[in-house]
């Protein structure tokens, strides 16, 4: 097992620089880089320049032409305006040295700072992390607590006027995207066209630090209600049909037919031999899950409910071409995947001992 561990570990250098590779090289062509973002600044609040650069002085210059400029919206600005933005923001190097200077700089875990909110990618990225954490944690909580009961009863009464109508609500879940519902839930309770039950911007109030101890708790729980419910409509549908299709397997197995055989009970067939198989697949696929939770559902909800959580601060880095914290987050999520997909498997070979990925190829 150590030298699969091994060679999944080198596998993991020439996968991450090719994700970072490709992702450089679609930004070199994408229209609207961080110096037509000042630029446009420029041009359409002079008075501003001073704020979104760092060097300051005369930004203007003497209002020389530049025709032949390859930034969109220059004309008539200074050229020596252009050298120092494209030298603020690293563009005065070829790109083959500034990929090269970021992969040096990532593999230390130096993000550097963002380009337009003058603090490091690290301490934005921690910043947002408690509420993609509340988000994270408590999908996984309810998803799995309704998921696997549910899933196993689907299992036990397959084909049951209860499998039915429950595969139909299941599989409308799963067919929603869960920023359609959330959009659905502020329409309905959050003071659209209905009840103003529910608040609809943050993780907690303004005077949550004026609370009483036992008032805090409700007000958290009060402001992630619809989030969680959105979140969870895809997970909860996921994990259910998964739990059911691997008990059904398992219970069709001739092991199931022998403890039957021997006297035993359907609650100790079914919990004392088929849960354990049948669970492998859920339990492996935990850490799969729980990054998940954290990193890729929540950027359309945290958009729609207004948290300021990662997947927020990802989309507006995004928008506003803060490259430092769309490549720090990119390669962040990428290793932690690669990481968890490592993980994945020697639960399974934890849970399975019979499992061995050392006779087979990675």
Do not use: C
């Amino acid at each position: 097992m150590g030298a699969y561990v091994i060679r999944r570990l080198l596998l993991m250098i020439p996968t991450i620089v090719g994700i970072m590779a490709i992702s450089f090289i679609v930004i070199q062509f994408a229209p609207g880089g961080p110096v037509e973002q000042v630029i446009a600044q420029l041009t359409g609040q002079a008075d501003s320049a001073d704020q979104r650069l760092s060097g300051g002085g005369d930004l203007l210059g003497g209002g020389g032409s530049d025709e032949g400029s390859k930034y969109r919206g220059a004309q008539g600005l200074d050229p020596e305006l252009i050298a120092k933005l494209e030298k603020q923001f690293g563009f005065d190097k070829p790109p083959l040295t500034r990929f090269g200077e970021m992969m040096w700089n990532y593999i230390r875990f130096d993000f550097g700072e963002s380009f337009f909110r003058n603090t490091s990618v690290l301490e934005l990225i921690k910043e947002k992390l408690p509420v993609s954490i509340s988000l994270g944690i408590w999908i996984l909580i309810f998803s799995y607590a309704i998921s696997i009961p549910l899933g196993i009863r689907k299992a036990v009464k397959d084909g049951s006027t209860f499998d039915v109508w429950t595969s139909g609500v299941i599989v409308v879940g799963y067919a929603v995207p869960s920023f359609l519902f959330g959009i659905l839930l502020i329409v309905l309770f959050a003071g659209g066209s209905f009840y103003d039950w529910f608040p609809l911007r943050g993780l907690v109030s303004d005077n949550f630090d004026q609370l009483a101890w036992w008032q805090k708790p409700l007000d958290y729980f009060w402001h992630l209600t619809l989030p969680l419910i959105s979140l969870s409509l895809a997970a909860f549908a996921t994990t259910t049909l998964l739990t059911k299709n691997s008990f059904i397997e398992e219970i069709k197995k001739q092991y199931v037919v022998t403890a039957r055989a021997k006297g035993l009970n359907e609650r100790q067939v079914l919990y004392g031999h088929v849960f354990r198989n049948a669970m492998l697949i859920i339990i492996a696929g935990f850490p799969g899950a729980f990054i998940s939770a954290f990193f890729t559902g929540s950027l359309l909800i945290e958009n729609i409910f207004s948290l300021d959580g990662l997947g927020r601060l990802g989309y507006l880095s995004v928008v506003n071409r803060d490259y430092p914290i769309v490549f720090a987050t990119l390669y962040i999520f990428s290793l932690l995947g690669l990481f968890v997909s490592l993980i994945s498997d020697l639960i399974y070979t934890w849970i399975d001992p019979r499992i061995d990925f050392e006779r087979r190829d990675v």
